[in-house]
Nanobody, 118 residues
């Protein structure tokens, strides 16, 4: 049974930090690129960061470069998104996505809410 379970969301003031986690199970983790997306109600889902199975293969949206860091621990099937210097506009539901490097298979988590507010 495939599962992607996000955790770590919450309420934080501007300038604060959060670390999101994504725990994966039920598929061969190292065959998948892992992405973090975010979505605000009424808007399209936005790709925030992605990381391949190879160390150093991380990419970021321009809006989060220098503030967010994506990392993965293949031995534990875990992916993290460290979010620093959070802004009001970072408020969204954050989703973990696994995309196969060998085909079109996609898996999604249920999402975790991040709210940046005074």
């Amino acid at each position: 049974q495939v599962q992607l379970v996000e955790s770590g969301g919450g309420l934080v003031p501007p300038g604060g930090s959060l670390r999101l986690s994504c725990a994966a199970s039920g598929f061969t983790f190292t065959f998948y690129t892992i992405n973090w997306y975010r979505q605000v109600l009424g808007r399209e889902r936005e790709l925030v960061a992605s990381i391949g199975a190879t160390v150093g293969s991380a990419n970021y949206a321009d809006s989060v470069k220098g503030r967010f860091t994506i990392s993965r621990v293949n031995a534990k099937n875990l992916v993290y998104l460290q979010m620093n210097s959070l802004k009001l506009e970072d408020t969204a539901t954050y989703y973990c996505n696994a995309r196969s490097d060998f085909g079109s298979t996609n898996y999604w988590g249920q999402g975790t809410q991040v709210t940046v507010s005074l």
